[in-house]
C-alpha cells in the first residue's frame, strides 16, 4: 500500500483504471475487460472523447515542443499514463537530442510498461508515485537521479489533475510542486472541463474506476496557474491552444482546457 492507502505494488483488474482506459480509446494494447467496457460507455456518453484524447496528445506535443524550443533540457511528467507514440520523450528529442525526462505514475501497469519501454532510453526514467504526495515526488531518489532542481524544468500535468478531489486539494500540489521548480521553468497542464458540454454522463463512468473524475470550470482550472504566467494565448480549449493546423472537425465539444505558463518568481 502506498500513500492514502493507494494500491500501487499490484495491478488491480477488476476496477477500470483511468490509464487503461486511456490507452484503450487512443488505440493501445495494455487494457483489461472492465476498462473495454468503461471506455465503450464513455464513447457512447460523449462521442467526441476520442478526438479529445488525441487533441489532448497533440496539445502536449505543441507545448513539449514550445517549452524545449525555449532551452529547457529536463522534463517531469506526472500522470504520464501508458507508453504512447511519440511520447513525450521523443517529442522532446526531436528538438534537443540531449533532454531529460522521468516519468511519474500512481499506476504499476505503467511503470512495468514503462521500464520495459524505456529500460533503453539513457536518462529516461519512470517513477511510481502519488501526485496526491507532491513532495513525495519531488523528493524521490530516481527523480533527483534526472532531474537537477537548480535548472528550468518542464513540469507536465496532462490530464492527470482531474482526477485529483477537491478533497486532496489539487491547488496545493499544484504550489507544491512549483515551489520546487526555479525560475524559467514551466507548466504544461490539460484538464477536463463541463463548460462545453454536458458530461455528467461520462464522469459518473469513472464511479467505479480506481479514481473519480472531477469535471472544473475555466476559472477553477485557471487558479492552477497561481505563481506562473501563463503565456499566450492564454488557457484555451486544447485544439485552439497554439494550432499547427485546422483544428480537427468536432473540436468545439471537446471537454479540455490546457494551457503553458512560465515561473518567474
Ligand atoms: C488520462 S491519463 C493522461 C496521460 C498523459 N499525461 C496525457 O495527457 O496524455 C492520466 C494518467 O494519470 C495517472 N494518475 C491518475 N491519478 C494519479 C495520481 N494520483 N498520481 C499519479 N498518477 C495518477 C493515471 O494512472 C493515468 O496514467
Redesign the pocket.
Known amino acids: 500500500m502506498g500513500q492514502d492507502g ?1 494500491r500501487t505494488d499490484g495491478i488491480d483488474t477488476s476496477r477500470p ?7 484503450y480509446l ?1 488505440g493501445g494494447k495494455d487494457h483489461f475487460e472492465v476498462d473495454r467496457q468503461a471506455g465503450e460507455e464513455l464513447a457512447a456518453a460523449a462521442p467526441e472523447v476520442r478526438a479529445g ?1 488525441r487533441a ?2 497533440a ?2 506535443g505543441r507545448a513539449v515542443r514550445h517549452v524545449i524550443g525555449t532551452g529547457v533540457s529536463q522534463i517531469l ?6 507508453p ?1 507514440s511519440p511520447d ?1 520523450h521523443e517529442t522532446a528529442r526531436q528538438q534537443a537530442p540531449d533532454v531529460r525526462v522521468v516519468y ?4 504499476p501497469i ?1 511503470k512495468a510498461q514503462g521500464d520495459a519501454l524505456l529500460g533503453r532510453a539513457g536518462a529516461t526514467g519512470i517513477v511510481l ?4 504526495d507532491p513532495l513525495a ?1 519531488v523528493g524521490h531518489p530516481d527523480v533527483h537521479r534526472v532531474i537537477d532542481f537548480d535548472e528550468p524544468v518542464a513540469l ?5 489533475l482531474h ?2 478531489t477537491d478533497a ?1 486539494n489539487p491547488a496545493q500540489i499544484v504550489a507544491t510542486l512549483r515551489d520546487a521548480l526555479p525560475a524559467g521553468s514551466f507548466l504544461v497542464l ?1 484538464h477536463a472541463t463541463g463548460d462545453f458540454a454536458d458530461r455528467s454522463r461520462a464522469q459518473s463512468v469513472y464511479n467505479r474506476a ?2 473519480t473524475l472531477n469535471l472544473r470550470s475555466r476559472v477553477e482550472v485557471e487558479r492552477f496557474f497561481a505563481g506562473f504566467d501563463l503565456l499566450e494565448p492564454g488557457l484555451a480549449q486544447i485544439p485552439f491552444w497554439r494550432p499547427d493546423g485546422p483544428p480537427p472537425a468536432g473540436s468545439e465539444a471537446i471537454g479540455f482546457y490546457g494551457g503553458v505558463a512560465r515561473r518567474t518568481g
Do not use: E, Q
Open positions: 493507494l483504471h483511468p490509464a487503461r482506459i486511456y490507452d487512443l484524447l489532448n496528445r496539445f502536449l511528467d506526472i500522470g504520464c499514463g501508458l504512447t513525450v511519474v505514475d500512481n499506476d505503467v508515485a502519488d501526485l496526491r515526488v507536465l500535468l496532462g490530464a492527470v482526477f485529483i486532496k490539460s480506481t479514481a
